[in-house]
Each structure stands twice: as C-alpha cells, then as structure tokens.
C-alpha cells in the first residue's frame, strides 16, 4: 500500500520536505483555495501537482473535490454545478490525478464535540459526547422537535447542562461542532462568520422534506451524471463514509453499513464508483463489523483511512490508538495487502502530542500524533508483507 499524508497546500505548516523525511510516499490535498463549485483549471492542477512532485513526492489522491449542498437537496442550479464538477474531474484526469475522495453528508463533515479530550499520558483526541451533543441540538441549535431523536435519560442530562452551562461553554461546543471540523475543508461555515448557529439553521432548511430514499436518489443522479467523464479520463471516485454513521440533526445519512455501501454500489454499478475505507467512522457504530467490510468490499475501494476508535456508555466515542480499538487496523492492512496491494492509504487523524499542542494544527492533523501513527503503521506493513512473502497467510 502507497503511504500517504493529508497536506492542506503550500500554507500547511506540515511542509513536503518534512514529509520526505517521515517516509510520506504520496500527497493527499486539495485546490483549497478555489471556492465550492467553482472549476478547478488544467493549470492551477498542473501548478500544485508540479510543486509537490518537485520534493520527488505524488499527487496519489484528491480530498476532496467537494460536492455542494445544492447538488445534494437537488436545488434549482444542481445542473449547472454537476457540470462544473465534470469539467474540474477531466481536468484532473489530463493531469494524472486519477483518485478523488469526496462525501455526500448533507452540511456537515465530521462530527465532534471536543476537539482535544485528555488521555492520562499526556496527549489528547477527538470526541464525541451524546450529552453534549443533544445539548447542543436541543438548547443551542433549538432544531424542532429534537428531543425526540434522543432517549428520555440523554433529554435530561442535556437539561441539566443547560441550567449551569456559561455562554462561553456554548460558545465553545458551537466552535467544535460547526466551525473548526469544517472550516478548514472547504466548508459551508468558517472562523469568519459571525453568526455560525443562524447560518448552520439556515442550512438544515434547505433539507426539509429530503429523507433517505431522496438523498440516494439525488446521490445516483449525480454519479450516473459523472460516470462517463469517469471512464473517459480514468478517475475513480470513492465516497467517505458518514461520520459518525448514525442519523444527525434531522438529517438522513446514506453511507453507514454494509447495505449502504452495497446500495451504493449498485445503484451506479462501474468500477469507478467506489469506497474511501474510513475504519474510523465505521468503526464508530456498534452495528459494524469493520474487518468484515473491509474484506467484502476491498475490490471496490480506491483509497483507505486507517483510523480507530473505541465506542463507550451511552453512544459516546473516542479516537483512538492506530493499534487498538474497533477498527482492527492490524487486520485491515492483512486485508487490503492481499486483495488491493496498490491502494493509497493514509493515516488518518492523529492525537496531539509533544509540540503538537503549540502549532494550531487543524482538528484532528497534528504532525507528530500523525507521524507516531504513520510509524506504527509501516510497520505493521512491513510485518504483513513478510508474513504474505513466506506465506504465512
């Protein structure tokens, strides 16, 4: 498997020469300057994938080429941007860059509600606390008829936070939720909006009346629409799972199990149309067997995230070590080097450690945390391509 970094572009603090010396083979990014729906051009693609080769790296994967709200409700210019989107994805091809990661998660990405939880060595990680959460649903966000996403015992307990909670606590859980996990990724709200809550609302307006079966089918559209600029080209497209892979604020999710991603397979049934592995959001539902859809779905994945997490009382979730955990990323990497060896993967995530908390690292991409996982992780590599050698296995 090809090791890759995710590298937010030539501001990143995380250089490419520094990524040389940790042993980085192929670069992950993004025109991150260029604005939601808008094409990206044959020269500004040539521009960064000559500067990044320019360090004897590759530009292996895109993440993303970000699919925009209107295209995901099916809004009045949902055409006119699928055809933006097909002409950035041939532009891409011409260039080389053949891998596109991307995800069809209405407004919002990823969802944590704190973005440092202290472990007792010292470092910390991503979290997800349901309390909190519904705290933020019902009382911040005062969606409508919230509480009846959530049980009695966790209506409660986000009451009682309620009474004693300071503006700065709600201040604080607005920032982790909708702005620092989306701003920095092309995302509907960044650090520059001044007020994020009405902005988010008036997002989630834009979904009423779009359930399940109506988000697959704007899904479908969109991908038949791109499949043959696909095949034309030779890019492949691998959708990211939801995270978490459960049914948020009243929104429907459509990539959370194994009949998800075996829907979406069929519904646009071409070997460009595939999976970005995330173990670390599907790991994050009780109802995944993560090994077991890594196994099932291998030929269909294009990309890999090696991520993990532990799932605690009352649907809580932490991310974890890259050795331990749900996501069983030991038997992940047994899996894909013998039925998908090429594939590019990438650490995904990282805790903070060592300087890591000085840097104002994007939630989620310290340097060393990533680099110590990265480790961990070639040499599980190294172990499997010995066992797979002297067949072991």
């Not at 990143?12 to 939601?36: C, F, S, W, Y």
Request: with cysteine; hydrophobic share 40%; glycine share 6%.
């Amino acid at each position: 498997m090809e090791k890759t970094w995710r590298w937010f572009g030539k501001k990143d603090k995380i250089t490419l020469p520094m990524l040389r010396q940790i042993g980085v083979e192929g670069i992950v990014t993004a025109l991150h300057d260029i604005p939601n729906g808008k094409v990206w051009s044959y020269e500004a693609i040539m521009d960064l994938k000559k500067y990044i080769e320019s360090f004897d790296l590759r530009w292996s994967v895109v993440e993303s080429l970000p699919v925009c709200e209107a295209i995901k409700y099916a809004g009045k210019e949902c055409d006119q941007l699928i055809d933006n989107y097909k002409i950035s994805l041939a532009n891409l091809g011409k260039a080389g860059v053949k891998t596109v990661c991307y995800n069809f998660m209405p407004v919002i990405d990823w969802i944590r509600t704190d973005l440092a939880h202290k472990w007792d060595d010292g470092t910390s990680s991503l979290y997800f606390d349901t309390v909190q959460f519904a705290f933020f649903d019902i009382f911040i966000l005062e969606r409508e008829n919230a509480e009846r996403d959530y049980v009695p015992e966790i209506v409660e307990c986000a009451r009682k936070m309620n009474e004693i909670a300071t503006e700065a606590d709600k201040n604080a859980l607005v920032d982790s939720i909708i702005v620092k996990t989306q701003g920095f990724v092309n995302g509907n709200i960044t650090k520059k909006d001044k007020q994020p809550v009405v902005l988010f609302k008036k997002l989630l307006n834009l979904y009423k009346g779009i359930d399940k079966e109506k988000l697959r089918e704007n899904l479908q559209y969109f991908l038949s629409a791109i499949m043959p600029v696909c095949e034309e080209y030779g890019v492949n497209m691998c959708i990211h799972p939801d995270d978490p892979p459960r049914q948020v604020l009243g929104l429907p999710r459509i990539v959370t199990n194994e009949e998800d991603i075996a829907w979406l397979l069929n519904a646009v049934d071409n070997p460009h149309n595939g999976l970005t592995f995330c173990a670390g959001s599907l790991s994050a539902g009780t109802h995944n067997d993560v090994p077991v859809l890594a196994a099932k779905f291998a030929s269909h994945t294009h990309f890999v995230h090696l991520r993990s997490t532990n799932i605690l009382p009352d649907g809580n979730f932490i991310e974890t070590g890259h050795l331990t955990g749900r996501g069983h990323l030991i038997e992940l990497v047994r899996i894909f080097e013998k039925e998908n060896p090429s594939l590019p993967f990438r650490v995904d995530h990282g805790r903070q450690m060592l300087d890591d908390k000085d840097k104002s690292y994007n939630p989620g991409y310290s340097f060393y945390g990533r680099m110590f996982a990265l480790a961990q992780m070639d040499g599980v590599m190294a172990t499997i391509k010995d066992e797979i050698n002297k067949n072991i296995i």
